[in-house]
């Protein structure tokens, strides 16, 4: 991708020296944590030195009425329903909550919908389920902020709902309007920031934390993986429960954990971003895509080797024929995109395809496309989609400036879901191109580095620093150093289409490579510009720096 500017946040230097000499760390690393909005001493040191003391699940409103009413629920033997959602985020936060009151001596069930039967979050279906099993007490993760309709034929039928989400809640003239629930836990009501950005199982979570906090601490694995999943940002309470709960996936002690990881053919020492995102993470959101996502809920907290081999394999099974759907799918978007894409501020695709899908269709198109995109899947006259949009941009603005078109709608900032009807998707597209024109928005496209550098700042230190600012991910990106006038040295290609070479500045010389950067146009004793991240290369037992190139442009003269 060609940037048409690389930009670097400046910042004082005296007090770039302050911080670096107070946390003994080294400059560019001390510029990375300025440059990302952590200002103050105390601040910085927490990000590095994330605590889970600091978590006190109390803080966040309707958890204490919550444990009362559940811990009264289990003493009086009250039949509990945990009702999830079929994505990761969902299907983590139903394992956890329903295991810990399963633990606490409750009598629990869990419901997880159907995405074509049912649909999204707590509906009348899931109140009819909790009736079949003489149910007194539905819990929500991950959904039910929306919910007005179920939660109010709920406590028609005599059964109390309490609701855990994460997603926006409804908000009219400035004034949030919530379901008539017992109690309803969702950070964004607070708009606290420690937990404001909290996945659905971060939520779950804090309520198993307030039931039993030592028993809660297992389930890190389990937050982990939903949190990550929802590709929300890993900073305030989201990097302190990841932080503690990746080691428990790097070297796992529950039984789920490690035959997922073996199917996915992960043996590496270090746990990465990329083994979650592409390994881990599809074979847990497949079922829901395309199948019945419930006995994934069976397969993430059972013990027994043989239900865990049987449930493993199909995971598998779902996965790959995922995998093909998806496929299909991404070349009828080909051919359309060919075909009806103009160059609009917002893309629009709709067809006869697999609705469980749509979804990661969109977030492929993102990065290539860098506006809005919103993919539908057509079914009879209903249009159901999912969106997805680049940082920067909030689909929340666009879908309520459509919200006359739309039947139901809800979701993020970056990621949101909807339906309306089939016949109003021109008007749906000629609505959201008009909003993106009035937004306006600066089109130019920019390489936002963390610190700008001269080769001889980058140092093993350096490298070994960086660690302490993993795991990274959403809102905590893997930062990206610049430098400029670099002789491009025994240049050569290498593997499946990589660039090896060194780089030499002012007497210092780094070894580099550029993976899938094979076509590059540089020419050996040419001098480049790059974007690169400092890593530690392990080979055959040996340790080195080397830098990993991300970006590199012939410097201009």
Same mark, same amino acid.
């Given at each position: 991708?060609?940037?048409?500017?690389?930009?670097?946040?400046?910042?004082?230097?005296?007090?770039?020296?302050?911080?670096? +000499?107070?946390?003994?760390?080294?400059? /560019?690393?001390?510029?990375?944590?300025?440059?990302?909005?952590? +200002?103050?001493?105390?601040?910085?040191?927490?990000?590095?030195?994330?605590?889970?003391?600091?978590?006190?699940?109390?803080?966040?409103?309707?958890?204490?009425?919550?444990?009362?009413?559940?811990?009264?629920?289990?003493?009086?033997?009250?039949?509990?329903?945990?009702?999830?959602?079929?994505?990761?985020?969902?299907?983590?936060?139903?394992?956890?909550?329903?295991?810990?009151?399963?633990?606490?001596?409750?009598?629990?069930?869990?419901?997880?919908?159907?995405?074509?039967?049912?649909?999204?979050?707590?509906?009348?279906?899931?109140?009819?389920?909790?009736?079949?099993?003489?149910?007194?007490?539905?819990?929500?993760?991950?959904?039910?902020?929306?919910?007005?309709?179920?939660?109010?034929?709920?406590?028609?039928?005599?059964?109390?709902?309490?609701?855990?989400?994460?997603?926006?809640?409804?908000?009219?003239?400035?004034?949030?309007?919530?379901?008539?629930?017992?109690?309803?836990?969702? /950070?964004?009501?607070?708009?606290?920031?420690?937990?404001?950005?909290?996945?659905?199982?971060?939520?779950?979570?804090?309520?198993?934390?307030?039931?039993?906090?030592?028993?809660?601490?297992?389930?890190?694995?389990?937050?982990?993986?939903?949190?990550?999943?929802?590709?929300?940002?890993?900073?305030?309470?989201?990097?302190?429960?990841?932080?503690?709960?990746?080691?428990?996936?790097?070297?796992?002690?529950?039984?789920?954990?490690?035959?997922?990881?073996?199917?996915?053919?992960?043996?590496?020492?270090?746990?990465?971003?990329?083994?979650?995102?592409?390994?881990?993470?599809?074979?847990?959101?497949?079922?829901?895509?395309?199948?019945?996502?419930?006995?994934?809920?069976?397969?993430?907290?059972?013990?027994?080797?043989?239900?865990?081999?049987?449930?493993?394999?199909?995971?598998?099974?779902?996965?790959?024929?995922?995998?093909?759907?998806?496929?299909?799918?991404?070349?009828?978007?080909?051919?359309?995109?060919?075909?009806?894409?103009?160059?609009?501020?917002?893309?629009?695709?709709?067809?006869?395809?697999? /609705?469980?899908?749509?979804?990661?269709?969109?977030?492929?198109?993102?990065?290539?496309?860098?506006?809005?995109?919103?993919?539908?899947?057509?079914?009879?006259?209903?249009?159901?989609?999912?969106?997805?949009?680049?940082?920067?941009?909030?689909?929340?603005?666009?879908?309520?400036?459509?919200?006359?078109?739309?039947?139901?709608?809800?979701?993020?900032?970056?990621?949101?879901?909807?339906?309306?009807?089939?016949?109003?998707?021109?008007?749906?597209?000629?609505?959201?191109?008009?909003?993106?024109?009035?937004?306006?928005?600066?089109?130019?496209?920019?390489?936002?580095?963390?610190?700008?550098?001269?080769?001889?700042?980058?140092?093993?230190?350096?490298?070994?620093?960086?660690?302490?600012?993993?795991?990274?991910?959403?809102?905590?990106?893997?930062?990206?150093?610049?430098?400029?006038?670099?002789?491009?040295?025994?240049?050569? +290609?290498?593997?499946?289409?990589?660039?090896?070479?060194?780089?030499?500045?002012?007497?210092?010389?780094?070894?580099?490579?550029?993976?899938?950067?094979?076509?590059?146009?540089?020419?050996?004793?040419?001098?480049?510009?790059?974007?690169?991240?400092?890593?530690?290369?392990?080979?055959?037992?040996?340790?080195?720096?080397?830098?990993?190139?991300?970006?590199?442009?012939?410097?201009?003269?």
């Amino acid at each position: 991708m060609q940037y048409s500017e690389w930009v670097v946040v400046k910042t004082n230097q005296d007090y770039l020296q302050y911080i670096s +000499k107070s946390l003994n760390i080294t400059l /560019p690393t001390t510029q990375i944590l300025l440059s990302r909005g952590l +200002k103050e001493l105390d601040e910085i040191y927490s990000f590095l030195n994330p605590h889970l003391d600091s978590i006190d699940p109390f803080e966040i409103s309707g958890i204490y009425e919550a444990t009362g009413i559940i811990n009264e629920a289990i003493k009086s033997g009250k039949k509990i329903l945990i009702n999830g959602d079929y994505d990761a985020d969902g299907l983590t936060s139903t394992a956890i909550l329903y295991d810990i009151l399963v633990k606490k001596g409750a009598n629990v069930f869990y419901h997880i919908p159907h995405r074509i039967q049912h649909g999204y979050g707590l509906s009348i279906s899931s109140i009819e389920e909790a009736k079949k099993l003489g149910v007194q007490l539905i819990i929500t993760v991950d959904c039910g902020i929306r919910d007005f309709e179920a939660v109010e034929y709920a406590n028609k039928e005599g059964i109390s709902v309490i609701i855990t989400d994460h997603h926006e809640p409804l908000r009219f003239n400035e004034r949030i309007v919530l379901p008539q629930a017992l109690s309803v836990i969702n /950070p964004k009501i607070d708009g606290k920031a420690s937990y404001n950005y909290l996945a659905g199982v971060g939520v779950a979570f804090m309520l198993a934390m307030a039931l039993d906090r030592e028993e809660a601490l297992e389930y890190l694995d389990l937050v982990t993986l939903g949190t990550y999943a929802d590709m929300v940002p890993l900073t305030f309470a989201n990097r302190i429960l990841i932080k503690h709960g990746w080691g428990l996936i790097e070297s796992p002690t529950r039984n789920s954990i490690k035959i997922l990881k073996n199917i996915a053919g992960i043996n590496a020492n270090s746990l990465k971003g990329f083994h979650l995102s592409f390994c881990l993470i599809p074979r847990i959101n497949a079922p829901g895509r395309i199948d019945h996502a419930a006995d994934v809920v069976r397969f993430l907290i059972s013990e027994d080797e043989s239900e865990l081999d049987s449930l493993s394999k199909w995971l598998n099974q779902i996965n790959s024929q995922r995998q093909k759907t998806e496929e299909k799918i991404m070349t009828e978007v080909e051919e359309k995109l060919q075909r009806e894409f103009d160059n609009e501020p917002v893309v629009v695709l709709w067809g006869d395809w697999h /609705p469980g899908v749509v979804g990661t269709v969109a977030s492929k198109l993102i990065d290539r496309l860098n506006r809005p995109v919103f993919v539908f899947s057509l079914q009879d006259e209903i249009a159901k989609g999912s969106a997805r949009a680049p940082a920067g941009i909030d689909l929340q603005d666009f879908l309520a400036g459509c919200k006359d078109l739309l039947i139901r709608f809800g979701g993020h900032k970056q990621a949101a879901g909807m339906t309306l009807l089939r016949d109003n998707l021109y008007l749906f597209k000629e609505r959201l191109c008009k909003i993106a024109q009035d937004i306006g928005r600066d089109d130019k496209n920019i390489l936002y580095l963390d610190v700008a550098v001269s080769l001889g700042e980058v140092t093993e230190k350096v490298a070994e620093e960086i660690s302490l600012l993993e795991p990274f991910g959403e809102g905590n990106k893997e930062p990206l150093f610049g430098a400029k006038e670099l002789t491009v040295v025994n240049l050569r +290609k290498v593997g499946n289409n990589h660039l090896k070479m060194f780089l030499r500045q002012n007497g210092n010389t780094l070894s580099a490579i550029g993976f899938d950067m094979g076509d590059a146009p540089i020419l050996e004793g040419s001098l480049i510009d790059a974007a690169f991240t400092p890593t530690i290369n392990e080979w055959e037992g040996m340790k080195s720096l080397q830098l990993q190139i991300k970006v590199l442009r012939r410097t201009k003269k």
